[in-house]
């Protein structure tokens, strides 16, 4: 499947979990929307018959007796309470007596909104909040349509009529349904580790949702504030016995399940398409495979391609192990250790001798680009597995059978002990630990207070995960980036899913009047005419800070409270006590504070007397550069070209004519280039070998090109297209050609267009390279 079509079947989701009768009526009423496209096909590839009506053509409609009626983005589309309850009871008498309407819908009071969504229809914060009150006064919301809350919808169902009705909430949203939850019905699982919340909007997010949930739940606002609704509308009152119904329509056809608990005590997981029915085979497969290990398994049989469990009343094993760590930490620690031999207990362990070692790392398979196989070291991983003692024992051994999922997540705690479930899939020759990795990244995830309790590292130094986590890591994201279909889905995700560190900034400034965060975070490089420059922290932020900036200007040290740091040095720069501001006029110096956890820190210096305060995002686009290109082309009287700074990339090792063809390219649509060479740590790191020139000789080299107006090193780790623009704000990238379709590229020209900035691809020169000059070299020397 193409990204277009896995997208376009997401929402089918709603309806092919639900129960319908092949070969009965059904209608779709439509407001022709890409959603309400994917729900009507849904209907028909559930077997029903089904016809589809607009939503403003319904009075002159003629059908009868339909066992389904399907509303979606018709309720929105009618714009008023009193179009959407005529819509309802029209609809009504569409329905034969044993009929029922399913009504899917957003819902204008939930969550999301009040994390900094915009509304739909308004493109506005808060607007449906606050129920409109404000939209329409600058004209630009006449007849777009409206969201409505659980109760509005309520009156207008018995208004219409429809008197029992089942409210299911819907997450993250109906666009891309995770998990359906019926109203008063109460899941014993972390939704926080389940859901992965998506906006209309991300960039204006400012509180993770996702850690409400629990708390939504508990005072009961969780089906108030819902992301959407699904809502089942008998005329006789027999309702679904779902309660809680999972989706998981991203994996593909082929793996694309759900899996419904009801209230008559069973749980049913069924594949969502034809495609998929053999995955109930390889359920009940594993199931007997694990037991038969020792594992506990919930039970189950087979029955019309689906795999039916009776529910088990538990507690789920996060929240056991968690109550564990912060009750008995012992007792905590001898649990995790039986966790960990059940894991080693789940299948045989391969023969050292039997593993492909060159193979170890899954991405090497899949990799088509010649450059990046060399990274990966091939004899790495049979070097550790046939090492020393300790080697081979922090490798750990290899599964035959690898059961990802074999985690807390899925499973509970009951009184026959360990039960897991929903082992569908396995790995074959897994290491044991990327297991166990998974298991502790679950246990402390959003839950920083564990730290305190007992660090994660201690945890990962107890089964020896820290040593190799890279290639257990390297498991991890193969197996999920396969089975949800990341790569596909990678610009879709982009586009709809927050980013953490500008969830971060947005917080931010909402602690501070305008002219304070002004001060403070955006103009963090005013002042500094005459005063020393002092940061603040010697960690990520830190480091990053140093190396974008540090050519521009003078840093005097680095302060940070850990007294044995003092005396350390971070790219040649002193870590010092802050006490040394105390001999320091307070007007002549600058202190940035280059840290996430900032206030503290903030009232530490105040209350030192320090009045020249900034406060590093490492998202904020600074203006800072000392304006070198600012005029340049300008102030000679010529002609501005199409761009005005640009910025290309490269190693430019054995500098040849391709080279100065990308650069005068380059040149000729910009007034003011800048080339970014990479380091000699960056050319191991990202080539897998040493370049043939020196760092200092190609940076040399390119700046003396006539068609460089700068040339600067590029830093190692924060080398990307977003820490280049951050840095230099230039109006255009250039690249070469062969990136033109990679998706991780395609994904920085998204991130520069937002800023009114583009990404242009050149032709190679096809004649030369430097890896053909290179293969030349090395051929000539043998």
């Known amino acids: 499947m193409t990204a277009k079509e896995l997208v376009e079947e997401l929402p089918k989701g709603l309806l092919k979990w639900y129960g319908f009768e092949k070969g009965e009526k059904a209608l779709y009423i439509t407001a022709h929307t890409k959603t309400d496209q994917a729900l009507a096909d849904a209907l028909w590839e559930c077997g029903l018959h089904r016809e589809c009506v607009l939503w403003d053509a319904m009075e002159e409609w003629g059908g009868r007796e339909y066992s389904f009626v399907v509303v979606s983005s018709a309720i929105e589309a009618a714009g008023g309470g009193e179009q959407v309850v005529k819509m309802l009871k029209r609809a009504k008498g569409f329905m034969n007596p044993g009929g029922k309407l399913l009504l899917i819908t957003d819902n204008r009071l939930a969550v999301r909104y009040f994390c900094g969504d915009k509304d739909p229809f308004t493109g506005r914060n808060f607007d449906g909040i606050e129920n409109y009150k404000r939209a329409g006064v600058m004209g630009d919301h006449q007849g777009q349509g409206r969201l409505y809350s659980k109760a509005e919808l309520t009156d207008m169902l018995e208004d219409s009529g429809f008197l029992h009705h089942k409210f299911y909430g819907v997450f993250p949203e109906i666009p891309c349904p995770q998990i359906l939850i019926a109203e008063g019905y109460e899941p014993d699982e972390e939704l926080e580790l389940r859901i992965f919340p998506q906006y209309h909007s991300p960039d204006t997010i400012f509180l993770e949702e996702e850690n409400l949930y629990s708390t939504m739940m508990h ?78 398994m919930i039970e189950g049989e087979l029955s019309d391609g689906a795999f039916v469990m009776p529910y088990v009343k538990g507690v789920s094993l996060v929240k056991h192990f968690r109550r564990l760590m912060t009750e008995d930490i012992q007792e905590f620690l001898c649990q995790f250790d039986a966790l960990w031999q059940m894991i080693l207990d789940s299948s045989d362990h391969v023969d050292r001798e039997e593993v492909e070692w060159e193979r170890f790392n899954p991405w090497w398979e899949e990799e088509t680009d010649e450059r990046k196989k060399k990274n990966i070291d091939r004899n790495q991983w049979r070097a550790a597995a046939f090492g020393s003692e300790e080697d081979r024992e922090c490798l750990g051994p290899v599964l035959e059978r690898g059961y990802m999922d074999l985690v807390l997540l899925n499973g509970f705690f009951t009184d026959r002990g360990y039960v897991f479930f929903d082992q569908e899939l396995y790995v074959k020759h897994l290491p044991a630990k990327a297991i166990m990795l998974r298991n502790v990244d679950f246990l402390y995830r959003g839950e920083a207070r564990l730290e305190m309790v007992f660090p994660r590292k201690e945890l990962l130094e107890r089964y020896k995960l820290d040593r190799y986590k890279e ?272 998706p991780a590229w395609l994904e920085k020209r998204d991130f520069l267009r937002k800023r ?27």
């Open 471 to 742: 290639i257990y890591y390297a498991h991890i994201r193969h197996f999920l980036t396969r089975l949800r279909n990341d790569d596909l889905l990678r610009s879709y995700h982009r586009s709809r899913r927050r980013n953490h560190e500008i969830v971060h900034s947005n917080r931010q400034r909402m602690n501070y009047s305008t002219e304070e965060y002004q001060r403070l975070f955006v103009h963090i490089f005013q002042n500094l005419d005459n005063k020393k420059l002092y940061l603040f922290g010697c960690g990520n932020f830190a480091k990053k800070f140093v190396s974008l900036y540090k050519e521009d200007y003078s840093i005097e040290g680095i302060l940070d409270n850990n007294e044995t740091r003092w005396g350390d040095t971070m790219e040649g720069i002193k870590i010092l006590p802050p006490s040394v501001l105390k001999d320091l006029e307070p007007g002549g110096y600058k202190v940035i504070i280059c840290i996430k956890n900032y206030v503290g820190v903030l009232r530490q210096l105040r209350e030192m007397g320090a009045v020249n305060l900034g406060i590093y995002d490492t998202n904020m686009e600074y203006v800072h550069r000392p304006g070198k290109e600012k005029d340049k082309g300008v102030c000679l009287g010529l002609e501005r070209k199409k761009y005005h700074v640009g910025y290309v990339a490269g190693v430019f090792d054995l500098f040849h004519m391709g080279h100065l063809n990308l650069l005068r390219r380059a040149k000729e649509q910009c007034d003011y280039l800048i080339a970014g060479v990479v380091t000699d740590e960056g050319v191991r790191k990202n080539k897998g070998g040493d370049s043939f020139i020196s760092f200092q000789e190609r940076l040399a080299i390119v700046q003396a090109c006539r068609y460089v107006d700068e040339a600067v090193g590029i830093p190692l780790e924060f080398c990307d297209t977003k820490d280049a623009y951050l840095k230099f704000q230039f109006d255009v990238q250039f690249s070469g050609s062969d990136y033109a379709d990679n």
């Open 219 to 296: 005072n009961g606002l969780f089906w108030v504030m819902a992301n959407g609704f699904f809502i089942e509308c008998p005329l006789d009152g027999a309702f679904s016995p779902a309660d809680q119904v999972s989706l998981s329509a991203d994996r593909g056809k082929e793996n694309a399940m759900c899996t419904m608990i009801g209230n008559d005590g069973t749980v049913i997981k069924k594949p969502l398409y034809k495609e998929g029915l053999k995955k109930a085979e390889a359920l009940k497969e594993n199931n007997e495979y694990l037991k038969n290990r020792g594992i506990g």
């Open 756 to 782: 009114g900035a583009e990404l242009v691809f050149f032709p190679y020169t096809e004649s030369t390279s430097s890896t053909k000059i290179k293969s030349l070299i090395e051929k000539r020397l043998l």
